[in-house]
Every structure is written in structure tokens, then in C-alpha cells.
């Protein structure tokens, strides 16, 4: 049975009513003093089971945390619960900081969030060992393995925690861990005995669809008006293609901002504060540069270009629908990514001087990405077994394998045939551009002035556009049947395995974005219904108004999963409010009356 004074917090404090069972046990390990390592995915509640002990305890918890705003947004969250939680960074204050230590001396702060590099400094150290911290929660335990995908090498330091406290309990926290990963964790930190906690990695309110790169930029429009009103973040591999793509939606009169480590601090803050507050609602930014955004409401997240290693794909697409509500995954692939990431790899390995195992490790996970991006197995299940996890159900009903959304290309071994001859009629040495002006059969000067049109390829696939016909090459590259040589201008080269496909031996598999289009995800169609609509915009506006009003995200104040329950329920007294997810003693007292009279307007 869950301790009766955890239930009672979590209800009054959080407006929940039970925990999840992997959140009661990582809560347990806490107040058990047991070390941990909980493996949570994002949206899973991670956060709730080191926030919610010291409210037991009455003890200070250290959080150590990678991203400044992310700790601001926890600090905001606690504040508005009335927990005492307090950060400590480059923008803390000195009057802040006075503050700060006043209130861990006399024993009421109860949350710490501080960075790893923090730990650096032995006055800082000293002021926690006179404190007496007795617990460390290390959020994005992940960041401290070589094997991961984020890995930064101030959390290395961290295994000193052992050293210095050594009656604390360490707790690592993070959402994206496969077992390698899982066990250089434990390892680094030097825990002892840990509770190791792991949950399901599905996230069932997410569809995820990974669908050919053909329009990049009508396909990103299709999926903005899609969810016309609501937030996304659009992924891109390089900053070139954050700032012309968010060019070309600006033109377009959608208000998009850029996120790169190439926009100076000031730039980069401003796109984060007007995406948190919901003035903006659409960031395009680098897939290679962490954006430590907490909003709750992300409706999707749009990636034009392949993610380097499948636990990055994990933790970008986890950023939407932390609420619980359904979202969108959408994975635009070319297998021309996979030689932009090798190229990538490589020529940092050779600049930075990275190891040999770094560089093997890197390539591993670009082959794992790419795996998964060409498989035909279904997206949910393919994700959750990559971490070690079993999926059970027979569809997921939320891919894109799944809704029937790509299909298979009719005579695609047939087309494949006609791609490879027209490879090897050109004598290999020409690249993409050109082979496919030969197979649509394209009266342009160089392909008459090299005697191209009067070959036996020529016109061979003259009904097919130009990017379909991109798209198939770069999946038969995918297929290991073609390559391409040449950096600068690469080159087609067949493969050994094409003379086996050329002879009719081999079958090929190309496939296609479905023609009779996208077919809504169960989470999707089962979100909206008994929901208010208009009520729902009325409680946006009142909740983006207080929040501007008390200068935080309106994420903050209130959940779109709170608002859409009181939208469907439209309750008429405070008691029935007090039954909403999300209100507890301390929302109800402080929004409550504001809520019903929106509601009662409505």
C-alpha cells in the first residue's frame, strides 16, 4: 500500500490523485535513503519523485541540472505549488544568493537546483557538507556515459559526490538509457546497491511517422496547418537550414523563430521566453543544440532532417505531449542525412582529435537511426525494443506503418533496375541530378552534348517527378545498393549487391507517402471528445493573461490537460473543480474563483 502521507501530499499539493507505481517505488528509495537510478521517459513523472520527498522529510534536496532554463522552470513550478525551491547559476543575483543561504541555514528551502560545474567550486562544496545535504538527485544522469548521446564531460565530476558525502544518497534521473548506458551511470557515480527503476519507454499519446523527404518545405507547411494554433519545434541539422527555413515561413506569415548556437545569447533567450509564453509558437532549431524548454503544450514536433543517434530522436520528440496529451512525430527521411552525419562525424573526429572508440560509437548509433528510419517494423514497437523493452500489442494504431500512411511502391524492383542500368549506362561517373535528368528523359544541353538522350535509360521513368525519383535513389543508397563517391561532387556507384537486383535475383522494397492520405492516431481522435472548444480558447486567454501578469510560462499556471477537463466537465462550484487533474489545495485557493468565472461566462 502507498505510504498514506505521500497520497496526502500528492493530492493536496499536486492535485493528483495516485502515482504512477514506478514513481511510488524511485519515492520510496528516497525516503528509504537507497540510492537510484530511474529511467523514466519524458513526461513520465520523473521530476515528481525527488520533488516530493523533502516535503516529507522536511530535508534540503540538491538537484544537479544541465540547462539553466530548465531549472528556472522547475523553481517557477514549485513556487506557484508554494514549495521553497531555489536556483543557483550565473543569473543568480547576489541579493538572491543571500536570500538563498539564509533560508537553507534556517532550514526551509527544500529544493536546490544547481549545475555540475558548481560542485567545482570547494567554498560551494563546503557550504553543502555545513548544511549537512543528505541527498543528490542528478537530473539527465545520461550526460555522465561516454555511450550516451549527450555527453558532457563536467558530470565525469560527480563521482566525487561520493567522496565528499559520504552518508547521501544519490539518485540518477534520466529518460533515454540503454543498458550500456545504464550501467556506466551506476558505475560513475559509484552508487551503492541502487533501486534501478525502469520504466516503459512507449510513449502511447505519440504518433510517430516517418515519411520521405520529398517538399520539405510543403511538407513542413502541411504539418504547421495541421496544428494551426498550437506549438511545435522544428528540428534541422544544420543552422543554414534553421535560418532558410525560417525565412521562408516568416514569408509566409507564420511567426517562426530561430534557435542556433550560431544567434548571439541575447537572440537565442528571447526565442525561448516567446515560445514559453506562448507569444510565439513555432522554433526551428539545430538538432545539435540543446534547448531547455519545459513547456507542457507541445502539440508536435517536426524533424526535416535525420537525428544523429535514435536516443537523440527519443529526447526531441519527447518534448511534446509531456501533459499526457496526443501529439505529432514527424520524421522527415533521405538517406543523404546518413552521409551528411558520417561526413559530419568524421571531420570533427579529425579536427578535435576525438578516439577511435568515440568515432565507432558515433557511426553505430548513425546506422542505428538510419535502421529504424528505412525499417518496416512498427515505430512504437521498434523504439521501445532499441532500449531493451518488450512491446506487447499487436498495432500501435499511432505510426505511420501502423495508419497505413506510406505504402509500398508497386514494381519497385522493376524501378530499381531502371535506376541501377542508367547508372551503369552514364559509367558511374555522374551524381544524382544527372541520372534522374536521364531518366525523365530531360532535353537539357548537357545531357544532349554527352550523348545521354540516346541512350537505352532515357525516358526510362519520364512519369515520375524529380523528387520522387530523389527519394528512391536515396533509399536504394539506404539499401546498400548504391553509392556515392566523391565529396565535393559526389558521384552513383553501384554496389556489389546491385548486380544481384540487376540480374532479378534480388527483390528491392521502395516505398511512398500514401495516397489516400493521413489517417488521425486513437489519442487523437479520442483527445477532443465532450471538450468545449470555445470554453477551452476562454481558459487559454485567462491563463496566458495571469501569466503574464506574474511574468511565468502559462504552462505554469495551469496544464492544457487541466484545462481540457474543465472544459468537458464545466464545473460549477469549487468542489467540483477540486475534483479536476492538476488542482490541488493551493491552485484551487488561488485560481478558483478566476476558473468558474470564466467558466460561467462562457
Known amino acids: 500500500m502507498p505510504d498514506p502521507r505521500v497520497t496526502e501530499i500528492l493530492r493536496r499539493t499536486w492535485g493528483f490523485e495516485s502515482l504512477r507505481p514506478l514513481q511510488e517505488r524511485a519515492i520510496d528509495a528516497a525516503l528509504g535513503r537507497r540510492d537510484s537510478l530511474v529511467v523514466l521517459p519524458t513526461g513520465g513523472g520523473k521530476s515528481l519523485c525527488y520533488q516530493l520527498p523533502p516535503q516529507l522529510t522536511g530535508e534540503l534536496t540538491v538537484v544537479i541540472s544541465p540547462l539553466i532554463s530548465l531549472m528556472k522552470d522547475q523553481v517557477d513550478s514549485l513556487r506557484e505549488l508554494g ?64 555511450w550516451g548521446h549527450d555527453f558532457r564531460p563536467e558530470y565525469r565530476q560527480l563521482g566525487a559526490l561520493r567522496d565528499r558525502f559520504p552518508e547521501a544518497a544519490l539518485h540518477a534521473y534520466t529518460a533515454t538509457a540503454t543498458e550500456s548506458v545504464r550501467r556506466d551511470i551506476a558505475a560513475q557515480l559509484r552508487l551503492r546497491d541502487p533501486d534501478v527503476l525502469i520504466g516503459t519507454f512507449d510513449r502511447a499519446n505519440l504518433s510517430y511517422r516517418v515519411l520521405p523527404r520529398v517538399e520539405p518545405l510543403n511538407q513542413t507547411l502541411e504539418v504547421i496547418e495541421r496544428h494551426s494554433g498550437e506549438a511545435g519545434i522544428i528540428y534541422c541539422i544544420r543552422k543554414k537550414d534553421v535560418d532558410e527555413l525560417t525565412a521562408s ?7 517562426a523563430r530561430a534557435y542556433h548556437a550560431g544567434l548571439a545569447p541575447a537572440a537565442r533567450t528571447a526565442t525561448q521566453n516567446a515560445f514559453a509564453e506562448e507569444s510565439c509558437n513555432i522554433v526551428v532549431a539545430t538538432v545539435a543544440f540543446g534547448m531547455g524548454i519545459d513547456r507542457s503544450n507541445i502539440r508536435f514536433v517536426l524533424h526535416t532532417g535525420l537525428p544523429k543517434s535514435i536516443e537523440h530522436y527519443q529526447q526531441e520528440t519527447g518534448r511534446a505531449g509531456r501533459d499526457g496529451l496526443e501529439a505529432d512525430c514527424v ?54 525494443q532499441y532500449f531493451g523493452e518488450e512491446y506487447a500489442k499487436p498495432s500501435c494504431a499511432a505510426c505511420d506503418l501502423c495508419l497505413g ?12 533496375q531502371k535506376i541501377l542500368s542508367c547508372v551503369v549506362r552514364v559509367d558511374q561517373r555522374f551524381g544524382i541530378g544527372h541520372v534522374i535528368s536521364v531518366l525523365r528523359g530531360e532535353e537539357t544541353d548537357r545531357v544532349r552534348k554527352l550523348g545521354h538522350d540516346r541512350l537505352s535509360t532515357y525516358g526510362l521513368l519520364a512519369d515520375h517527378p524529380q523528387g520522387e525519383l530523389r527519394d528512391w535513389i536515396y533509399q536504394l543508397i539506404g539499401h546498400g545498393l548504391l553509392a556515392q563517391d566523391g565529396e565535393q561532387y559526389p558521384v552513383l556507384k553501384l554496389t556489389a549487391g546491385a548486380r544481384g537486383v540487376l540480374r532479378g535475383e534480388e527483390e528491392v522494397r521502395l516505398v511512398q507517402i500514401a495516397r489516400k492520405g493521413r489517417r488521425k492516431a486513437k489519442a487523437e481522435r479520442e483527445s477532443w471528445e465532450g471538450v468545449d472548444e470555445k470554453l477551452f480558447e476562454s481558459l487559454r486567454k485567462f491563463r496566458r493573461e495571469l501569466a503574464s501578469a506574474r511574468g511565468v510560462p502559462p504552462y505554469i499556471i495551469l496544464g492544457d490537460r487541466s484545462l481540457r477537463e474543465i472544459a468537458r466537465l464545466r464545473p460549477h462550484s469549487l468542489g467540483e473543480l477540486a475534483e479536476v487533474f492538476g488542482i490541488g489545495e493551493v491552485k484551487l485557493a488561488d485560481l478558483g474563483q478566476g476558473i468558474l468565472s470564466v467558466v460561467a461566462g462562457s
Open 83 to 146: 514549495i521553497d525551491a531555489r536556483e543557483l547559476n550565473s543569473t543568480t543575483t547576489a541579493v538572491q544568493k543571500r536570500d538563498l543561504v539564509q533560508a537553507a541555514r534556517e532550514r526551509s528551502l527544500r529544493l536546490l537546483f544547481i549545475s555540475p560545474e558548481r560542485l567545482a567550486a570547494d567554498r560551494f562544496v563546503d557550504f553543502l557538507a555545513e548544511l549537512g545535504v543528505r541527498t543528490f538527485a542528478i537530473d539527465e544522469a545520461h550526460c555522465i556515459s561516454h
Open 249 to 255: 515561413l516568416r514569408k509566409r506569415g507564420i511567426d
Open 331 to 384: 520524421l522527415l527521411y533521405s538517406a543523404a542525412d546518413v552521409l551528411l552525419w558520417r561526413s559530419i562525424v568524421e571531420r570533427s573526429a579529425a579536427e578535435g582529435g576525438a578516439t577511435p572508440d568515440y568515432v565507432r560509437a558515433s557511426l553505430h548509433h548513425i546506422d542505428d537511426i538510419d535502421r529504424y528510419a528505412r525499417g518496416a517494423v512498427c515505430r512504437h514497437r521498434a523504439l521501445v
Open 405 to 416: 500512411d506510406v505504402e509500398e511502391v508497386a514494381g519497385a524492383t522493376v524501378i530499381a
